[in-house]
């Protein structure tokens, strides 16, 4: 029987050692390549200016011939009726010109100039961000943005810097990992700027790295769809596809584990290596409540004094203390590496975020292993493996 016991126990020991291996920290798994979170909120222009201003087409594109002999007409004419004192008619030509030649900046600034003069303010605020957008570096570019202040509400300046400043704390919350107070400070400058792609990629990051993954994946799609020619869309569809889908909280999942040896995998989407260290348990019980019945010879004095002998069953159960003390340990470990595994997952999760601290995929790694086996002279040893090291790659 007792080698029969020491069989089944190196078995159980091969049992835990691969059931209750895991790996914690920046694993394989995580992120690659991490993501870095927008630094600015580049959507909103200069300052008095809205996302929805933006051009109609590239840049650089050159209208057909016959249409710039068109356009140069238009705004010919528009610069005569403009010294004529005649802003309406000016206005209609350049609005002309505008729609044959929309990248034109000097058109969009001649636009502006005489919607200012009809008093038109919210259409010359719109046109002088256009030509700031189509000419960011035009020699009259700081007499433009003055121009955009002072016809601007106080309010409107006030709700974009209020926007700025709260996407500024939002990006710090998230480099700082304090990823729901980063959520709550992105969620405010979607709520003043609907159309500002880069809060909906820097929010969808810190509900990634909480393990918020249909959250996260309906912010990345509303920034794809508000940035549609973005660099960075492949890198974002690939990173979609293998975000975190759980986040287990690891002191409730170390509680959990002290239920009863297993549950703790179990409770972290691990089945079959709860149902293995739960069966472990139970050999390991099963093995401690065994006994054994033997006769003894024993001496006795009759009520006269004399001497005599006579045979008793004794039942013992000799690995009761070590299966014992072996089951606390196990219980206790399986809690332990399941708590492991829980914080590994919210280190993962966490890895869609580009860290300064390590370079991506340069973070510490953890092995955190369950051991127990038998020694010789019928003792048996339990231990827990930890092992850290940091990828060079």
């Known amino acids: 029987m007792a080698r029969r016991l020491t069989s089944t126990l190196r078995c159980a ?6 059931a209750a291996h895991a790996r ?6 995580a992120i690659r390549p991490p993501l870095a979170p927008k630094p600015a909120l580049a959507a909103l222009g200069p300052a008095g200016c809205t996302p929805a201003v933006a051009t109609n087409g590239p840049v650089n594109s050159t209208p057909a011939p016959d249409v710039a002999d068109s356009a140069r007409r238009l705004i010919a004419s528009g610069v005569d009726a403009a010294l004529q004192g005649d802003h309406a008619a000016a206005r209609d030509a350049f609005l002309v010109a505008a729609r044959l030649a929309p990248n034109n900046a000097r058109v969009a600034y001649y636009l502006g100039r005489e919607y200012e003069d009809l008093g038109e303010l919210p259409n010359a605020t719109r046109e002088y961000c256009r030509y700031l957008t189509l000419l960011p570096s035009a020699p009259d570019a700081d007499e433009v943005r003055g121009r955009i202040l ?12 209020e926007a700025r400043a709260a996407f500024r704390s939002g990006v710090t919350l998230l480099q700082q990992r304090q990823l729901v107070a980063a959520d709550s400070a992105f969620g405010s400058v979607i709520r003043a700027v609907p159309s500002a792609s880069e809060a909906y990629y820097n929010r969808a ?11 996260a994946n309906t912010d990345f799609e509303r920034y794809l769809q508000l940035a549609p020619g973005a ?27 002290l239920i009863a040896p297993g549950v703790g995998q179990m409770a972290t989407g691990r089945p079959i290596r709860g149902v293995f260290i739960l069966a472990l348990g139970g050999g390991i019980a099963a093995a401690g409540l065994w006994s054994k019945t033997d006769l003894q010879i024993q001496e006795y004095r009759d009520p006269f004094g004399n001497p005599y002998t006579d045979s008793v069953e004794v ?10 003390g072996v089951l606390a340990g196990v219980w206790l470990l399986s809690a332990i590496e399941a708590a492991a595994f829980a914080r590994g997952s919210l280190a993962r999760a966490r890895g869609i975020l580009a860290s300064s601290a390590y370079p991506a995929g340069g973070g510490p790694r953890r092995r955190v292993a369950l051991l127990v086996a038998p020694q010789t002279h019928g003792r048996i040893g339990v231990g827990l ?8 790659r």
Do not use: C, H, K
């Not at 914690?24 to 798994?29: D, F, I, N």
């Open 231 to 257: 660099s960075d869309q492949a890198a974002i569809r690939a990173t979609m596809a293998r975000l975190q889908d759980r986040v287990w909280d690891a002191s409730s999942v170390f509680f959990q584990g």
């Open 205 to 215: 990051l810190a509900r990634a790295a909480r393990g918020l993954r249909d959250a």
């Open 315 to 324: 039942t013992e159960r000799p690995y009761l203390l070590p299966a014992a």
């Open 13 to 18: 020991a091969i049992i835990a050692s691969l």
């Open 385 to 392: 493996s930890v092992q850290t090291a940091r990828n060079t």
């Open 150 to 161: 002072r016809l601007t509400p106080a309010a409107e300046i006030a709700r974009v810097d």
């Open 24 to 29: 914690v920290g920046q694993t394989q798994s």
